[in-house]
């Protein structure tokens, strides 16, 4: 188990990394000017996944593994620019009418989404692998399990804080969505960030 006085200077720790604007922050923002509140949130929460994935990939050690070998942050690094750009491309087209497509496939495509945009995304692991270990004591008990409370602990606040942003910005969007002409910009706006994401990412080093 993570010890207590750890466990509470952690958290105030990992509060403040999830308020910090960021990709998966930018990325909720948009999926909620897209496709609502429910999206937004659902991507949230793949985004969440993803961090608690990275978290218990650096309690294992492959973190150290990615850092040591470029190649491989780079090919993660690039297939995160193809997919992001992929999804620009598609806010960028007119939003299809309504139709049959039910909102649980749209929560669940967009969970997806932010949990493989996260996962595509290797600063994330070289990241956690730099922040969560200081807040490790070996002497505590088990080093991974530790990881895997310290990684739910950011997966949790990060939820809570884009699922958030991304349910204002969602309302925001529905607002404006009453017209076909709002609801290209809202499209516009939506591809914007995830080019903006993909460029960051592009030149995203290993330092």
Same mark, same amino acid.
Request: hydrophobic letters at 55%.
């Given at each position: 188990?993570?010890?207590?006085?750890?466990?509470?200077?952690?958290?105030?720790?990992?509060?403040?990394?999830?308020?910090?604007?960021?990709?998966?922050?930018?990325?909720?923002?948009?999926?909620?000017?897209?496709?609502?509140?429910?999206?937004?949130?659902?991507?949230?929460?793949?985004?969440?996944?993803?961090?608690?994935?990275?978290?218990?990939?650096?309690?294992?050690?492959?973190?150290?593994?990615?850092?040591?070998?470029?190649?491989?942050?780079?090919?993660?690094?690039?297939? #995160?620019? &193809?997919?992001? +750009?992929?999804?620009? %491309?598609?806010?960028?087209?007119?939003?299809?009418? /309504? !139709?049959?497509? =039910?909102?649980?496939?749209?929560?669940?495509?967009?969970?997806?989404?932010?949990?493989?945009?996260?996962?595509?995304?290797?600063?994330?692991?070289?990241?956690?692998?730099?922040?969560?270990?200081?807040?490790?004591?070996?002497?505590?008990?088990?080093?991974?399990?530790?990881?895997?409370?310290? #990684?739910? &602990?950011?997966? +949790?606040?990060?939820? %809570?804080?884009?699922?958030?942003?991304?349910?204002? /910005? !969602?309302?925001? =969007?529905?607002?404006?969505?009453?017209?076909?002409?709002?609801?290209?910009?809202?499209?516009?706006?939506?591809?914007?960030?995830?080019?903006?994401?993909?460029?960051?990412?592009?030149?995203?080093?290993?330092?």
């Amino acid at each position: 188990m993570v010890d207590p006085i750890t466990l509470l200077a952690f958290v105030p720790a990992a509060l403040a990394l999830n308020l910090t604007p960021g990709p998966d922050m930018m990325f909720c923002l948009g999926q909620g000017l897209r496709a609502g509140p429910r999206a937004a949130i659902a991507g949230s929460g793949g985004v969440a996944v993803g961090g608690m994935v990275h978290v218990a990939l650096a309690g294992l050690g492959l973190g150290a593994l990615i850092a040591a070998h470029p190649w491989a942050f780079d090919v993660i690094r690039w297939i #995160g620019v &193809v997919y992001l +750009v992929y999804l620009a %491309i598609g806010a960028f087209r007119p939003p299809p009418p /309504a !139709g049959p497509t =039910g909102p649980g496939l749209s929560v669940a495509r967009a969970f997806g989404t932010g949990l493989l945009i996260n996962l595509t995304n290797p600063k994330v692991i070289l990241f956690v692998l730099a922040f969560v270990p200081q807040f490790i004591r070996p002497e505590a008990g088990n080093v991974f399990a530790q990881f895997l409370i310290c #990684g739910a &602990v950011i997966g +949790v606040g990060g939820f %809570i804080i884009n699922g958030a942003v991304g349910a204002f /910005a !969602g309302r925001f =969007g529905r607002a404006l969505a009453t017209g076909g002409r709002a609801a290209r910009v809202t499209g516009w706006i939506s591809g914007g960030i995830f080019l903006g994401l993909a460029a960051r990412l592009a030149v995203l080093e290993r330092s």
